[in-house]
């Protein structure tokens, strides 16, 4: 397994990390997880060499922080792990966001709401302190905490020893500026895979000059690049594949493009011997800008596929001819 530092930071964590949004279950995933293999799961993730672990309280309600807490047990010096604040559900405080599970989300960086989720995070992960606290979304209107506030919030945790770096998710350019200039931010998350490169117009080069890792999430597009969802596949009423605006590529005239495309690179595949998935993930390490890869994953299986691609390097030939095939893929039809 490959390590980077994360940002400026003295902390050095696995460019393949473990997104543990899938671990908190949920109908938005068609089929609930089962807490013990996802405990195997994680800790079979630090067996492999991978030590950045990313959860969240809003993944399953605090389940998915409860299970990584219960897999680090005996185990805790080994991870880097990542949690975040800012998806509310206790009261009103906050903007309403969305509603999620049946229930109603608030974006919320108040400094009072935070310090409430800190503790919660710190409880519910059986430790004392948090590698990587991130801000989940950024604060709006109406109820719009001014990032100069949140980041003084996060900087007295700091000096309090709760967390002991700062990351920011899904901000824009502008907002990443702001956060910077009220303080320090290692990393940033956001969405970036084959299918999706936005952020290569502005985020990742931005990123890359200021020295910021990247902490990109649905890489694989929650399964889809690995090549295993077929015409078949069935999806079940609210499962988030179902979500044309964030996946219009699980749309069956686009989904069949996808499995077009994958199965044209079996020669790499056969090069290199691996598999899809490690092909992906290999390629999506390598782009300028992008140091740190999280994939979500929900068996043992799947992580021990994850990990080889850790430690998988292809050539500059192969790198630009799979950018090609995408390149001529073109957009989705939605």
Same mark, same amino acid.
């Given at each position: ?221 929650? +399964? ?7 015409? #078949?596949? *069935?999806? $079940?009423?609210?499962?988030?594949? =179902?979500? %044309? ?50 994939? +979500? ?7 021990? #596929?994850? *990990?080889? $691609?850790?430690?998988?390097?292809? =050539?500059? %030939? ?17």
């Amino acid at each position: 397994m490959k390590f980077k530092p994360l940002g400026q930071s003295n902390l050095s964590a696995s460019v393949i990390g473990l997104g543990a949004w899938v671990l908190g279950g949920g109908q938005i995933w068609g089929q609930d997880t089962d807490d013990k293999e996802s405990v195997y799961t994680i800790q079979a993730a630090l067996d492999g060499g991978i030590n950045l672990i990313d959860t969240a309280p809003a993944y399953g309600w605090g389940r998915s922080e409860l299970v990584v807490g219960q897999a680090l047990q005996g185990r805790r010096e080994k991870a880097l792990v990542a949690t975040k604040c800012g998806l509310w559900w206790d009261d009103a405080r906050g903007s309403f966001f969305t509603e999620f599970d049946g229930k109603p989300l608030y974006r919320s960086l108040r400094p009072d709401t935070i310090q409430i989720e800190v503790d919660n995070s710190l409880r519910r992960l059986r430790t004392d302190y948090i590698d990587l606290y991130q801000t989940h979304w950024p604060s709006v209107p109406p109820d719009h905490t001014p990032i100069a506030d949140t980041m003084a919030c996060l900087m007295k945790l700091r000096t309090e020893g709760k967390i002991r770096e700062i990351g920011v998710c899904n901000v824009s350019a502008d907002e990443l500026r702001e956060n910077l200039g009220c303080g320090p931010v290692v990393s940033n998350q956001f969405r970036y895979s084959m299918l999706f490169r936005e952020p290569e117009l502005e985020t990742l080069p931005m990123c890359s000059q200021r020295q910021i890792s990247t902490l990109t999430y649905m890489s694989l597009e929650q +399964g889809l690049l690995t090549g295993k969802v077929g015409m #078949d596949r *069935v999806f $079940s009423q609210g499962e988030f594949r =179902t979500n %044309e605006a964030w996946n219009p590529w699980y749309l069956p005239a686009n989904r069949q493009r996808v499995l077009n495309l994958l199965a044209g690179w079996q020669e790499l595949t056969r090069k290199y011997n691996c598999t899809l998935t490690q092909l992906v993930l290999a390629w999506t390490v390598a782009q300028p800008g992008v140091t740190h890869v999280l994939c +979500g994953t929900r068996n043992v299986q799947q992580m021990q #596929d994850n *990990v080889r $691609s850790g430690d998988l390097t292809l =050539t500059a %030939e192969d790198l630009a001819r799979v950018r090609a095939d995408l390149v001529a893929l073109g957009e989705p039809v939605r």
